[in-house]
């Protein structure tokens, strides 16, 4: 059984009702201590957005931008031109959900570096949920940009004879990719987490200084890869066949 930290003990302490009551929802009991590590720290990572937004949204300006909005101006830029550099033209339709997707994964990823707190990210099930959100998202487009049957087309290759070999590949190579983004997130956030905890427990000053920049690099590097390969797979998605 995982050690519990400090906010899980606080949720299982006051909250065992409610959590109880969410799983069983769908068919679980989690007994006297339903609440695990990463989901309060999936709920405290979206409370933290949810209270950085309502601190920022107050302030915004056109004539004397705070250093919030800045930062935020700039996050915004960088992921509508990745948008419109894979997706292309229809691009800024879809920054809301990359958009979100990539501050929710960095977010998650950036927390682990607190004392006393640890990255959702590092248990398989969180990465998990974003890439399958991902997958019914660019699917979703796709159904929607071009209607089922035609989105169904895409399956089957460029020329009607090569139907019976592309449909089982290409329905292979989809359901491989929330496991491919999955694993990728998941592998990486876990070891840079253990790494980092392993040389802040052998040295005190210094080393895990660097260690700890290094996780900050892998954070970034991994929720910016989730955000690119999900437009990568809406932009093939929408796509229209010429």
Not at 87 to 110: E, P, Q, R, S, W
Not at 175 to 185: E, G
Not at 201 to 211: E, H, N
Request: hydrophobic share 55%; net charge neutral.
């Amino acid at each position: 059984m995982e050690k519990e930290i400090w906010i899980t003990r606080i949720f299982n302490d006051y909250l065992s009702g409610p959590g109880n009551s969410l799983l069983g929802l769908v068919g679980m009991h989690g007994g006297t201590r339903p609440w695990a590590n990463y989901v309060t720290m999936e709920i405290l990572v979206a409370a933290i957005i949810v209270v950085l937004f309502a601190i920022l949204r107050p302030g915004l300006s056109v004539d004397k931008p705070g250093k919030l909005q800045h930062c935020f101006e700039l996050i915004y830029d960088f992921v509508r031109g990745n948008a419109e550099d894979q997706i292309g033209h229809d691009g800024a339709k879809h920054v809301v959900f990359c958009g979100t997707l990539f501050i929710f994964i960095l977010f998650m990823n950036l927390i682990g570096i607190v004392p006393g707190f640890e990255s959702p990210t590092m248990t398989p099930s969180v990465p998990a949920g974003c890439a399958i959100a991902a997958f019914l998202y660019y699917n979703l487009m796709g159904v929607l940009s071009l209607g089922p049957l035609k989105y169904a087309a895409h399956f089957a290759g460029p020329v009607w004879w090569l139907a019976p070999i592309m449909i089982p590949i290409e329905i292979v190579s989809h359901l491989a990719r929330p496991l491919s983004l999955t694993i990728r997130l998941f592998a990486n956030m876990f070891a840079g987490e253990k790494v980092t905890m392993v040389f802040l427990g052998l040295v005190s000053l210094g080393v895990p200084v660097a260690f700890m920049g290094l996780h900050v690099f892998v954070s970034l590097l991994q929720a910016y890869i989730f955000m690119i390969l999900t437009m990568v797979y809406v932009g093939g998605s929408v796509a229209q066949e010429h």
